[in-house]
């Protein structure tokens, strides 16, 4: 099993910025994606940005190009993964998820919209909430 514990939510003024973190611990051998998601009020659950977790590729959703930037980085038994977002805007208000997935190879040289594909993530964490105000 793969455990991720989310942290970094809270609430800032449209305009700010907010950091986001993930650590993913247990058995992570065979992760080789993480990614974050989110899910507004009212609205399914969405990508918002993906990084393979051996080369550091990355994608990202319409919505989080050039405000928001995902990265990995690698220690002992465990995964961290963060979403510097900046710009924020109201509508960026949601409880954002960190996801990990055993991507198969299809899936990976598929390309990005694969990535983002929700139903390739078998390990979620508990959520962090993102309140942006106007």
């Known amino acids: 099993q793969v455990q991720l514990v989310e942290s970094g939510g809270g609430s800032v003024q449209a305009g700010g910025s907010l950091k986001l973190s993930c650590v993913a611990s247990g058995y992570i051998a065979t992760v080789n994606a993480m990614a974050w998601f989110r899910q507004a009020p009212g609205k399914e659950r969405e990508a918002v940005a993906v990084i393979h977790t051996g080369g550091g590729a990355t994608c990202y959703a319409d919505s989080a190009k050039v405000r928001f930037t995902i990265s990995r980085d690698k220690g002992r038994g465990t995964i961290s993964v963060d979403l510097q977002m900046n710009n924020l805007t109201p509508e960026d208000t949601a409880i954002y998820y960190c996801?990990?997935?055993?991507?198969?190879?299809?899936?990976?040289?598929?390309?990005?919209?694969?990535?983002?594909?929700?139903?390739?993530?078998?390990?979620w964490g508990q959520g962090t909430q993102v309140t942006v105000s106007s």
């Open positions: 996801a990990a997935a055993e991507m198969e190879v299809r899936t990976v040289t598929a390309g990005c919209s694969s990535w983002l594909n929700r139903a390739e993530y078998a390990y």
